[in-house]
Every structure is written in structure tokens, then in C-alpha cells.
T-cell receptor, first 115, second 112 residues
Framework: EAEVAQSPRYKITEKSQAVAFWCDPI?????LYWYRQILGQGPELLVQ????????DSQLPKDRFSAERLKGVDSTLKIQPAELGDSAMYLC?????????????FGSGTQLSVL | GQNIDQPTEMTATEGAIVQINCTYQ??????LFWYQQHAGEAPTFLSY????GLEEKGRFSSFLSRSKGYSYLLLKELQMKDSASYLC?????????????FGSGTQLTVLP
């Protein structure tokens, strides 16, 4: 079965440094999501793309976070500068159109530790 | 906006039945999902309900009452591998922001 690819699997960085995460959704999936999950909590949506367009980034801290999906395929999430509170699991997910009963397919995530 | 509530933790014995409840308040409803998440891993899809009633899939069943803003996940014949976090997620209507919102999850521990 096709999978959502994410890298790196783990990232350790110091505060004030820049970090970037990459996601390659399942081929043909138009909708791509970036979620942040703090230990013991549910995933929180950071940004949602429909093809190359952002349809929801209301919860993205835009002073330090940015996301792009230039060709409507793979996507990059960047944090600059990283803060201690950014330590979390960053999950990428995709779905064919993002509507109705479509389930989300999640990648394995990037575990970020900011020291 | 959306508000989703589920118990933080539950404990059950191997072979038993457990019911995990989820209540939600939403400005527009377009379906409810249950996901399973083992520690350090990505969530995996378990079930989807959009109409009232019970959906059964093997050992897992999910129930929805839209008028009550209530759902539950029923796990039968519990196995040790069922120890995980169970996430309730609500999808809002098309065109709404944050179309899929997750609850904080219920950590289930299955004891021998």
C-alpha cells in the first residue's frame, strides 16, 4: 500500500536555529496537511493545502513557521527560529480531495526536540 | 469552532470489552472519525460515521448520535496490542476552516 513519506524521522536542534521537515504525500492526493502533536495531546492542524494552495493556515504561527507546496506534490514545513515550545511530533497527512468520508493517511512523523 | 471531549485514560483487562466515549460541539458536522495511535507512531484509521447508528468492523464498532453530539468506540475481545491512544476527530462542512479537528485522545491500557 502506498505511504506518506516524511523525513527526517528525528531532529534535534538548539533554540534559535532553523529546521525543515519534508513530506511526500501519496501519489494523486490533492490535499496535504501538516499537524503538530504535543505529547499526550491530539494532533493540531497547522496548515492544509489543496494542490499548491493554502486553504487553512489559521493555526500556523506565521512569525516563525512557513510551509510550501510549490508544485502541488511534496511539501516543506520550516521553523525559524526554533523555540523550546516547538518540541513535538510533526505529522504530515494526505487524502484524495479532503472532503466527505475520506480518511487521512498519515506519515510516520518527525519528532523534533529543541534544546 | 469545535470542541471535542474524551476521557484521558482508561484501563481494561485482556479479553474484556471497553467503550470509549467522545462528545463534540461543532458549528457544522460532516462526519466523525476514530483513529488508533501507538506510542511514537502515526495515527491509523479505524472507523468513520456520518449517519446515526452503529458501524461494525471486526472487533471494533463505532456509534454516532448526531442529535446528542456523541460517539463511542467499542472494542471487543481486547488484546494486549490494543493498548494505544484512541483519537476522536470531527470533520466540519466543506469550506470551513480546520475541516478535521482531533480530540486529545484516550490512552487505553490493556492489562493481562
Amino acid at each position: 500500500e502506498a505511504e506518506v513519506a516524511q523525513s527526517p524521522r528525528y531532529k534535534i536542534t538548539e533554540k534559535s536555529q532553523a529546521v525543515a521537515f519534508w513530506c511526500d504525500p501519496i501519489s494523486g492526493h490533492a490535499t496535504l496537511y501538516w499537524y503538530r502533536q504535543i505529547l499526550g495531546q491530539g494532533p493540531e492542524l497547522l496548515v492544509q493545502f489543496q494542490d499548491e494552495s493554502v486553504v487553512d493556515d489559521s493555526q500556523l504561527p506565521k512569525d516563525r513557521f512557513s510551509a510550501e507546496r510549490l508544485k502541488g506534490v511534496d511539501s516543506t514545513l520550516k521553523i525559524q527560529p526554533a523555540e523550546l515550545g516547538d518540541s513535538a511530533m510533526y505529522l504530515c497527512a494526505s487524502s484524495p480531495t479532503g472532503t466527505g468520508q475520506e480518511k487521512l493517511f498519515f506519515g510516520s512523523g518527525t519528532q523534533l526536540s529543541v534544546l | 469552532g469545535q470542541n471535542i471531549d474524551q476521557p484521558t485514560e482508561m484501563t481494561a483487562t485482556e479479553g474484556a470489552i471497553v467503550q470509549i466515549n467522545c462528545t463534540y460541539q461543532t458549528s457544522g458536522f460532516n462526519g466523525l472519525f476514530w483513529y488508533q495511535q501507538h506510542a511514537g507512531e502515526a495515527p491509523t484509521f479505524l472507523s468513520y460515521n456520518v449517519l446515526d447508528g452503529l458501524e461494525e468492523k471486526g472487533r471494533f464498532s463505532s456509534f454516532l448520535s448526531r442529535s446528542k453530539g456523541y460517539s463511542y468506540l467499542l472494542l471487543k475481545e481486547l488484546q494486549m496490542k490494543d493498548s494505544a491512544s484512541y483519537l476522536c476527530a470531527v470533520r466540519s462542512l466543506p469550506g470551513s476552516a480546520r475541516q478535521l479537528t482531533f480530540g486529545s485522545g484516550t490512552q487505553l491500557t490493556v492489562l493481562p
